[in-house]
């Protein structure tokens, strides 16, 4: 079974729009951790924000937020007022104990697409 | 230095040869990380090195892929006898602390493999 469930290949959003990302996940671990990274056309993968498996309130950063749904097993990612340069592939990654510390489990990922 | 550099970034090469892929990490970061990621799919766990030591090689797909990293700092990936399934994109990352924790990603080298 996948770990880590991305359901939309790609999405087209207006510029200014507020877009959410879909991510649910899989573990039996109590503690894990879910990341969400941001890989532009260059190539390299942007770290862009974190969520603890314990941790009480969703996490922000700027204008990314997680919408955390423990019990959905969902972390979708928020971006608001959406721009130009948000065009790009987003991932997002679990990290449980059940395969390894050291390991990330990525979702296929989400092409997104902001329009002018 | 300032980020995760990787070297080359392009690479084609004919099956059968051997490749060699270097990672330099941002200084004074204890993790290192290679992933394999193919066209249009998320990355894929290779290995991972605490300081010099190989902590897990779990994801190496066969004993033609080999990693490491000698002073705990640069790493290389070399890859023997490459074959078409090999082409990819490899990436390296790299975290101050030790375990799979926020990771600074280096651009990848893309192989090619004819």
């Known amino acids: 079974a996948q770990k880590i469930t991305q359901t939309q290949p790609g999405m087209f959003v207006q510029e200014k729009e507020a877009v959410t990302l879909d991510c649910t996940y899989d573990t039996s671990d109590p503690s894990y951790g879910l990341f969400w990274y941001k890989q532009p056309s260059s190539g390299e993968m942007i770290f862009l924000i974190y969520?603890?498996?314990?941790d009480q309130q969703n996490a922000t950063e700027g204008r990314y937020s997680l919408n955390f749904q423990k019990a959905r097993k969902s972390a979708n990612l928020v971006i608001s007022a959406s721009q130009l340069g948000d065009s790009a592939m987003y991932f997002c990654a679990m990290r449980d104990r059940q395969d390894s510390n050291y390991q990330l489990i990525w979702g296929a990922g989400t092409k997104l697409i902001i329009k002018p | 230095g300032a980020g995760v550099s990787q070297s080359p970034r392009y690479k084609v090469a004919k099956r059968g040869q051997d490749v060699a892929l270097r990672c330099d990490p941002i200084s004074g970061h204890v993790s290192l990380f290679w992933y394999q990621q193919a066209l249009g799919q998320g990355p894929e766990f290779l290995t991972y090195?605490?300081?010099?030591?190989?902590?897990?090689k779990s994801g190496l797909p066969s004993d033609r892929f080999f990693a490491e990293r000698p002073e705990g700092s640069v790493s290389t990936l070399k890859i023997q006898r490459t074959q078409q399934e090999d082409s990819a994109v490899y990436l390296c990352?790299?975290?101050?602390?030790?375990?799979?924790?926020?990771?600074?990603f280096g651009a990848g080298s893309r192989l090619t493999v004819l």
């Open positions: 990352a790299s975290s101050l602390g030790s375990g799979a924790n926020v990771l600074t």
């Open positions: 969520q603890g498996s314990y």
């Open positions: 090195f605490q300081n010099e030591a190989q902590l897990d």
